[in-house]
């Protein structure tokens, strides 16, 4: 009886023990199309399954067919048919992707053994438009580039199609999904005969739809993945560094295939741990003896923990760790497989010896640089990757957001405080224009404003133009345990065509509902922006506004009330210039490249422009003052030349200052203007003499919030500090910080460790800067990565963290001030 | 898989109907028909195909007459609106294709990359062309003076097929 008690109360014990420890493994989920997405625990909110016929090229299949039909047709008589499956994949965290097998049910099988080919969609398509998917066109304004559907023809092949299921590996896109060098949007899987057009007579099988009656038939994709560590932090030390980190919680209904035994640790010295450092899943990893390199690279692993429990932290100081240099670390969980004995998967995607070459999992990383004292001990609060070059500013919604969209054809969303996911990355249909003024606008759901027409109720917004001449407004609803996460809304497509590259450079201005007047006659939030498209003499470029309940930028039109858009085309020209009181432009209007700035006290908005480098034409403005409400263009004003940077207001939006190429700064009273022809802005006080180094980058950073205006502005080698008085532009200091500069950003309580005012900037030689706005100095730097430039940065004024991109394809977060 | 696919188009292709269409184009088109997707030979002993290629130029899309560089083009970032990279396919199978073009950076950085889907019919003897834009001024290229040689590294459904070199000044 003793014993029987002692070993009910182990048994207890051990019980106790199993729910205390995380639970972090190789899991495995089964997306599948059920229904109309009525399953709980996986409502494929935002997938599509169809079937397209090129004998009815425009017509889309519906959604109560039972089967989506693939068929090889003769040659020439038009009768191919396809199938097109896109899951909705926001359920499977960032991860290392071990394996991804479609399935799908075949009702009827060919007549003749045929080979069905599985390939990735490469353009856009809307799932919340799949009744316009067809074999033309793939939304609703949107045609395919190649009918029938843009797909890579390189992915997997069913072979010889039998009726039941059907098995096909697509782990390679899936790996690219989840942070392939760079990051490939998930559009879906194109299903087709490899014998179109080579049949003597038509070949058809019939997949079973998400309609079918047997709900465990719709297609399924059954994903094996390690999801990577999260909250990775470094503390660094006098010859030490610290790490923590935590596990995240398995994925709800995710079934465990190994369980997860620890970490393996890879260090560089002075640059991150490379793409090519990999371990081949199904070995056990290299030595850890700090000397030996993992696969090439210049990296050695520092430590790996197998066995028993799950680490959540390390303490390098058994490397050799030299003072100042910068460490580098990725962290990747690993899984026990059950055999051979000592042999595990990493939270990488690829092998050292197969697809892809480098590794692209997004694995957790960090850096940290030691030193002897105090000041010199570094690190960031987090890295978070994002796959390609990121100098666009990151846009910050305190405490919820950090929203960073580069070229990578996806908006990615982080936790600003921990840099882990908060958004699942939204796929969008080009890449998105990588110029100075693309900082995305971020609304809370308690801000944004987009109408009662959508069917959603309030979710947290952002809004971006994309390379495909595109607009996307981007629903940025939180990352779940299970469900669904963010996703494309809606899109504008302003210029009647998409896919025309190289439209946008500018960012989208938003006039939020929420922070304005009564002067603002729209029901809801606007976007407005500007064309950039090039030609030999750009003269016809459009700066248009779109009400987002409908994203009409047609005057008149959109929702109900609304009033619709407004849209000014340029190219009209009369002698009285570009000053009119109507809606339509009477000038030139060349490419631009800035983000437009809404004065939200006086409902205007101003645009700067490229103007042919005219100067003193009044047919070529490069400012433009517009009517919020009505786009008539104001006033207008050519500065003298081109002008690639912002316009930007004070905080009382007393004043609008604009920098010019020629680096000149000039103030505008935004109530005013003078009598023309042409009527132009009414400059106050005289503008600055040229600052001597080339074009005013950005936007001209207003750093007081009271007369007299303290002006930061970045030029080409310069970080220049000026006071405005009303009258006169002061140079107060000309900051040498040796490197090429970004734009500057601070903040009501970004003080130094003496309460003075200071600015950041990222720069050239990889680090970041702290400029002191009292003294002048650059008194403080952060390495971000020295082998590359870093980008705008940004701040979180809840937490004064500064969040920037750099060209390695990473974003960082640090804690200012720095000193 | 590649064997196993060429197998399975042949086994239709070698239907009497289909015969004299393979016959009838045994060209370049017919090497199409004997190449996987990046044109590449397909394996077998079939006729000798030649690889799909591909020719990279560029021009300055602010120009008239833009004129075409395939090597060593050389611009200044502060006076070129817009480069226009243009891609030039020969011996490329007939049907869809994939186009992915990486802009890399001197530091070897990954800046850009641009997919474009394209077409080549039967009837196209393996040839197409394929243009991008690039905002250059006002753009980071420009601004934060990204200078140096740039490659433009060009695959075709998924494989590296030419490096195109590209001279950036400030």
Redesign the interface.
């Given at each position: 009886m003793a014993m029987r008690r002692t070993l009910v109360l182990l048994l207890g014990l051990a019980l106790l023990g199993m729910r205390a420890a995380p639970v972090h493994a190789q899991e495995e989920v089964t997306l599948q199309f059920v229904g109309s997405g009525g399953s709980s625990t996986d409502p494929q909110l935002r997938a599509v399954n169809k079937w397209i016929d090129q004998a009815s090229p425009g017509t889309s299949s519906s959604a109560a067919d039972v089967d989506l039909h693939v068929m090889?047709g003769?040659?020439g008589a038009n009768q191919n048919r396809r199938a097109i499956v896109d899951f909705d994949i926001s359920r499977i965290p960032r991860s290392g992707i071990k394996s991804a097998i479609m399935h799908l049910w075949v009702d009827t099988a060919p007549a003749a053994s045929?080979?069905w080919d599985i390939d990735p969609i490469?353009?856009f398509i809307s799932w919340a438009q799949p009744s316009n998917i067809s074999w033309t066109n793939r939304t609703n304004q949107l045609i395919?580039?190649?009918p029938?559907?843009?797909?890579?023809?390189?992915l997997?092949?069913i072979?010889g199609v039998a009726a039941g299921d059907n098995t096909c590996d697509v782990t390679q896109t899936f790996m690219n999904y989840f942070g392939g060098?760079?990051p490939s949007p998930n559009d879906g899987y194109l299903i087709l005969d490899?014998?179109e057009d080579?049949?003597?007579t038509p070949e058809e099988g019939l997949i079973a739809s998400n309609s079918n009656g047997t709900l465990t038939h719709a297609p399924s994709l059954v994903v094996d993945f390690i999801q990577q560590v999260h909250s990775l932090t470094a503390t660094p030390g006098n010859g030490q560094v610290v790490l923590n980190w935590t596990y995240p919680p398995q994925v709800a209904n995710s079934t465990i295939v190994n369980a997860t035994t620890g970490v393996v640790i890879l260090r560089n010295t002075n640059a991150p741990v490379e793409d090519l450092a990999l371990i081949q899943d199904g070995t056990a990893p290299p030595p850890v003896d700090c000397t030996t390199t993992v696969n090439g690279t210049a990296s050695t692993i520092v430590v790996f923990n197998g066995g028993t429990g799950l680490p959540t932290t390390f303490l390098d100081n058994t490397c050799t760790i030299t003072n100042t240099n910068t460490y580098y670390y990725k962290v990747f969980a690993v899984a026990s497989l059950p055999s051979p004995p000592g042999a595990y998967n990493y939270s990488q995607n690829g092998n050292a010896t197969s697809f892809p070459a480098v590794d692209s999992s997004f694995a957790a990383e960090i850096s940290a640089t030691p030193d002897a004292t105090p000041a010199g001990q570094q690190a960031p609060v987090w890295i978070a990757p994002v796959?390609?070059?990121a100098?666009?500013a990151p846009s910050i919604d305190p405490g919820n957001y950090a929203i960073v969209a580069v070229?990578?054809?996806l908006v990615q969303g982080f936790n600003p405080t921990t840099g882990d996911d908060a958004i699942a990355p939204v796929s969008v249909g080009g890449?998105v224009?990588?110029?100075?003024g693309s900082r995305v606008p971020v609304l809370e759901s308690t801000e944004a404003d987009f109408g009662p027409s959508s069917g959603f109720g309030p979710i947290p917004m952002t809004y971006l133009a994309a390379?495909d001449s595109l607009v996307y407004d981007v629903g940025l609803e939180p990352f779940p345990p299970a469900g669904h996460s963010g996703f494309v809304l809606d899109f504008l497509n302003p210029l009647g065509g998409g896919g025309v590259?190289?439209t946008y450079?500018?960012g989208v201005a938003l006039q939020a509902k929420a922070f304005s007047n009564s002067g603002n006659t729209k029901p809801n939030d606007v976007i407005i922006m500007g064309t950039?498209v090039?030609?030999?003499t750009?003269t016809e470029n459009t700066i248009f506004a779109a009400v987002t309940c409908s994203l009409s930028v047609a005057p008149g039109t959109g929702c109900a009330g609304s009033g619709g858009g407004w849209n000014i085309s340029g190219g009209s020209v009369t002698s009285t210039g570009c000053s009119a009181t109507t809606s339509a432009a009477t000038c030139n209007i060349d490419?631009i490249?800035?983000t437009p700035f809404v004065d939200y006290k006086n409902n205007t908005v101003w645009v700067t422009s490229?103007n042919g480098n005219s100067t003193a034409d009044v047919t070529s403005p490069d400012v433009l003052k517009l009517d919020a409400n009505s786009g008539a263009v104001l006033a207008a004003v050519s500065l003298g030349g081109?002008i690639?940077s912002s316009p930007t207001g004070t905080q009382d939006q007393s004043l609008i200052f604009v920098g010019t190429n020629a680096g000149v700064l000039y103030a505008f009273d935004p109530t005013a203007t003078d009598t023309g022809p042409p009527v132009t802005p009414h400059q106050v006080g005289n503008p600055s003499t040229s600052l001597g180094d080339g074009?005013i980058?950005?936007f001209p950073l207003v750093a007081s919030s009271s007369p007299p205006w303290l002006i930061v502005v970045s030029t080409?080698t310069f970080v220049q500090i000026l006071s405005f008085d009303g009258t006169n532009f002061i140079s107060l200091f000309t900051v040498s910080p040796a490197c090429?500069p970004?734009s500057p950003v601070t903040g009501p309580h970004l003080m130094n460790g003496a309460s003075q005012p200071i600015a950041i900037i990222g720069c050239?030689d990889g680090q970041l800067h702290q400029i002191n706005l009292v003294t002048g100095a650059d008194e403080a730097q952060r390495v971000v990565d020295p082998?590359?430039?870093i980008?705008d940065p940004s701040l979180d004024i809840s937490t004064n963290e500064v969040i920037v991109g750099s060209?390695?394809?990473r974003v960082y977060s640090f804690k200012a001030p720095f000193l | 898989m590649k064997a196993v696919k060429l197998q399975g188009v042949l086994r239709h292709l070698l239907l009497p109907a289909a015969l004299g269409w393979l016959l009838g184009i045994s060209g370049c088109a017919g090497a199409g028909v004997t190449t996987n997707s990046s044109g590449t030979p397909g394996g077998g002993t079939g006729p000798t195909v030649t690889p799909a290629s591909a020719m990279v130029s560029f021009c300055n899309a602010g120009q008239t007459n833009c004129q075409s560089h395939s090597a060593n083009f050389s611009l200044k970032t502060s006076n070129i609106p817009t480069l226009n990279v243009k891609v030039d396919w020969a011996n490329v199978a007939a049907g869809t294709h994939s186009q992915e073009m990486r802009l890399l950076m001197p530091n070897g950085n990954l800046f850009e990359r641009l997919q474009n889907t394209f077409v080549v019919p039967r009837s196209g003897g393996g040839s197409a062309s394929v243009n991008r834009n690039i905002p250059i001024v006002g753009s980071y290229i420009a601004q934060r003076q990204l200078t140096g040689g740039w490659k433009v590294r060009v695959s075709l459904d998924g494989k590296v097929i030419t490096t195109g070199d590209l001279r950036l000044d400030p």
């Amino acid at each position: 009886m003793a014993m029987r008690r002692t070993l009910v109360l182990l048994l207890g014990l051990a019980l106790l023990g199993m729910r205390a420890a995380p639970v972090h493994a190789q899991e495995e989920v089964t997306l599948q199309f059920v229904g109309s997405g009525g399953s709980s625990t996986d409502p494929q909110l935002r997938a599509v399954n169809k079937w397209i016929d090129q004998a009815s090229p425009g017509t889309s299949s519906s959604a109560a067919d039972v089967d989506l039909h693939v068929m090889a047709g003769v040659g020439g008589a038009n009768q191919n048919r396809r199938a097109i499956v896109d899951f909705d994949i926001s359920r499977i965290p960032r991860s290392g992707i071990k394996s991804a097998i479609m399935h799908l049910w075949v009702d009827t099988a060919p007549a003749a053994s045929e080979n069905w080919d599985i390939d990735p969609i490469t353009s856009f398509i809307s799932w919340a438009q799949p009744s316009n998917i067809s074999w033309t066109n793939r939304t609703n304004q949107l045609i395919w580039t190649a009918p029938g559907g843009d797909f890579n023809p390189t992915l997997c092949t069913i072979q010889g199609v039998a009726a039941g299921d059907n098995t096909c590996d697509v782990t390679q896109t899936f790996m690219n999904y989840f942070g392939g060098l760079p990051p490939s949007p998930n559009d879906g899987y194109l299903i087709l005969d490899e014998a179109e057009d080579a049949v003597a007579t038509p070949e058809e099988g019939l997949i079973a739809s998400n309609s079918n009656g047997t709900l465990t038939h719709a297609p399924s994709l059954v994903v094996d993945f390690i999801q990577q560590v999260h909250s990775l932090t470094a503390t660094p030390g006098n010859g030490q560094v610290v790490l923590n980190w935590t596990y995240p919680p398995q994925v709800a209904n995710s079934t465990i295939v190994n369980a997860t035994t620890g970490v393996v640790i890879l260090r560089n010295t002075n640059a991150p741990v490379e793409d090519l450092a990999l371990i081949q899943d199904g070995t056990a990893p290299p030595p850890v003896d700090c000397t030996t390199t993992v696969n090439g690279t210049a990296s050695t692993i520092v430590v790996f923990n197998g066995g028993t429990g799950l680490p959540t932290t390390f303490l390098d100081n058994t490397c050799t760790i030299t003072n100042t240099n910068t460490y580098y670390y990725k962290v990747f969980a690993v899984a026990s497989l059950p055999s051979p004995p000592g042999a595990y998967n990493y939270s990488q995607n690829g092998n050292a010896t197969s697809f892809p070459a480098v590794d692209s999992s997004f694995a957790a990383e960090i850096s940290a640089t030691p030193d002897a004292t105090p000041a010199g001990q570094q690190a960031p609060v987090w890295i978070a990757p994002v796959g390609l070059s990121a100098l666009n500013a990151p846009s910050i919604d305190p405490g919820n957001y950090a929203i960073v969209a580069v070229d990578n054809f996806l908006v990615q969303g982080f936790n600003p405080t921990t840099g882990d996911d908060a958004i699942a990355p939204v796929s969008v249909g080009g890449f998105v224009g990588g110029p100075a003024g693309s900082r995305v606008p971020v609304l809370e759901s308690t801000e944004a404003d987009f109408g009662p027409s959508s069917g959603f109720g309030p979710i947290p917004m952002t809004y971006l133009a994309a390379d495909d001449s595109l607009v996307y407004d981007v629903g940025l609803e939180p990352f779940p345990p299970a469900g669904h996460s963010g996703f494309v809304l809606d899109f504008l497509n302003p210029l009647g065509g998409g896919g025309v590259s190289g439209t946008y450079v500018g960012g989208v201005a938003l006039q939020a509902k929420a922070f304005s007047n009564s002067g603002n006659t729209k029901p809801n939030d606007v976007i407005i922006m500007g064309t950039a498209v090039a030609g030999t003499t750009p003269t016809e470029n459009t700066i248009f506004a779109a009400v987002t309940c409908s994203l009409s930028v047609a005057p008149g039109t959109g929702c109900a009330g609304s009033g619709g858009g407004w849209n000014i085309s340029g190219g009209s020209v009369t002698s009285t210039g570009c000053s009119a009181t109507t809606s339509a432009a009477t000038c030139n209007i060349d490419i631009i490249t800035s983000t437009p700035f809404v004065d939200y006290k006086n409902n205007t908005v101003w645009v700067t422009s490229h103007n042919g480098n005219s100067t003193a034409d009044v047919t070529s403005p490069d400012v433009l003052k517009l009517d919020a409400n009505s786009g008539a263009v104001l006033a207008a004003v050519s500065l003298g030349g081109d002008i690639d940077s912002s316009p930007t207001g004070t905080q009382d939006q007393s004043l609008i200052f604009v920098g010019t190429n020629a680096g000149v700064l000039y103030a505008f009273d935004p109530t005013a203007t003078d009598t023309g022809p042409p009527v132009t802005p009414h400059q106050v006080g005289n503008p600055s003499t040229s600052l001597g180094d080339g074009a005013i980058k950005g936007f001209p950073l207003v750093a007081s919030s009271s007369p007299p205006w303290l002006i930061v502005v970045s030029t080409t080698t310069f970080v220049q500090i000026l006071s405005f008085d009303g009258t006169n532009f002061i140079s107060l200091f000309t900051v040498s910080p040796a490197c090429n500069p970004s734009s500057p950003v601070t903040g009501p309580h970004l003080m130094n460790g003496a309460s003075q005012p200071i600015a950041i900037i990222g720069c050239s030689d990889g680090q970041l800067h702290q400029i002191n706005l009292v003294t002048g100095a650059d008194e403080a730097q952060r390495v971000v990565d020295p082998t590359t430039t870093i980008g705008d940065p940004s701040l979180d004024i809840s937490t004064n963290e500064v969040i920037v991109g750099s060209t390695d394809g990473r974003v960082y977060s640090f804690k200012a001030p720095f000193l | 898989m590649k064997a196993v696919k060429l197998q399975g188009v042949l086994r239709h292709l070698l239907l009497p109907a289909a015969l004299g269409w393979l016959l009838g184009i045994s060209g370049c088109a017919g090497a199409g028909v004997t190449t996987n997707s990046s044109g590449t030979p397909g394996g077998g002993t079939g006729p000798t195909v030649t690889p799909a290629s591909a020719m990279v130029s560029f021009c300055n899309a602010g120009q008239t007459n833009c004129q075409s560089h395939s090597a060593n083009f050389s611009l200044k970032t502060s006076n070129i609106p817009t480069l226009n990279v243009k891609v030039d396919w020969a011996n490329v199978a007939a049907g869809t294709h994939s186009q992915e073009m990486r802009l890399l950076m001197p530091n070897g950085n990954l800046f850009e990359r641009l997919q474009n889907t394209f077409v080549v019919p039967r009837s196209g003897g393996g040839s197409a062309s394929v243009n991008r834009n690039i905002p250059i001024v006002g753009s980071y290229i420009a601004q934060r003076q990204l200078t140096g040689g740039w490659k433009v590294r060009v695959s075709l459904d998924g494989k590296v097929i030419t490096t195109g070199d590209l001279r950036l000044d400030p």
